[in-house]
């Protein structure tokens, strides 16, 4: 590490002190993103770097309650795979990747971890990795992507159609990134594509998702990369709704950390 040691770090600890940090019991945060095309304006890091700044800025807020572990920077991509630069980890590995993380965290005796996605296609990788937590050990294991903690707000506060206006490279994605780090952004490269097969029961939208759920090559539904507006995307706008993710992942993480874990019951007899 450079500088000092941070609390809310897994990895600055020596193991002796290890032994102290879970008797303290906060909730592991296990950041895992992505590098893949977010358009022609923002670049291959998009994912790993808001969730990223999310759950650091979360685990400074709270060191008691919360530890940080460093991130998985790679995710399943397979369908974004015709876009130059991707990188793409096999599903039956990533989810074998994670639950090795899981349950060495459990093994030690954590009882509370918390899966932290910034890619919404590990979400069914990670959800099945965190049952399989719960059911090989005697931890809590959850899972989330980030723009689901404000789905109400992005509700109300956004510009771009529902659905299809926000589900890739797309006016919340751009706008946090704008917040967080405009310098990075082209938005002069930012343009509007929406280009999914319109349907009452399919569409994309990282404010809320559809009934019936496909994932088709991404270069079927979009040249760009994007599907979305980022055009409409503003620094104000992603302000908003970084601040609302982050209190809102600080407010479940408390309650996350009281949940009691109770005992399972055999009712064959």
């Known amino acids: 590490m450079l500088g000092p040691k941070l609390k809310y770090r897994y990895d600055h600890y ?18 895992i993103g992505s590098v893949e095309d977010h358009g022609r304006h923002l670049p291959l890091d998009v994912d790993n770097f808001l969730i990223g700044e999310m759950c650091e800025d979360v685990a400074k807020r709270i060191p008691d309650e919360a530890l940080l572990l460093p991130g998985i920077p790679y995710g399943f991509e397979d369908h974004h795979m015709s876009f130059p630069g991707t990188i793409t980890i096999r599903a039956e590995h990533l989810e074998a990747f994670v639950l090795d993380i899981t349950l060495s965290l ?25 049952r399989k937590t719960i059911i090989q050990s005697d931890a809590l294991c959850a899972c989330f992507i980030w723009p689901s903690l404000i789905s109400g707000l992005i509700k109300e506060t ?4 529902f659905p299809g206006g926000m589900a890739h490279a797309c006016e919340l994605e751009t706008s946090v990134y704008l917040y967080l780090n405009e310098r990075a952004v082209q938005m002069e490269n930012a343009e509007k594509e929406i280009g999914f ?25 979009s040249q760009s990369g994007v599907i979305g507006d980022p055009t409409l995307a503003t620094k104000e706008k992603g302000r908003i709704w970084y601040d609302a993710t982050v209190t809102s992942l600080i407010e479940f993480i408390r309650e996350f950390r009281a949940f009691e874990i109770l ?6 007899g």
């Open 106 to 130: 459990a093994h030690h005796g954590f009882k509370k971890i918390l899966i932290a996605d910034g890619h919404g296609s590990n979400m069914p990788i990670l959800d099945m990795a965190a």
């Open 197 to 221: 097969h319109k349907s009452k029961y399919y569409w994309h939208d990282l404010g809320g998702g559809p009934p019936v759920r496909m994932m088709e090559w991404w270069s079927r539904m």
């Open 263 to 268: 005992p399972k019951t055999d009712l064959h």
């Open 158 to 161: 956004r510009e771009s159609p």
């Open 14 to 31: 020596t193991w002796p002190e290890m032994k102290d940090v879970i008797a303290r019991q906060p909730v592991c945060i296990l950041p």
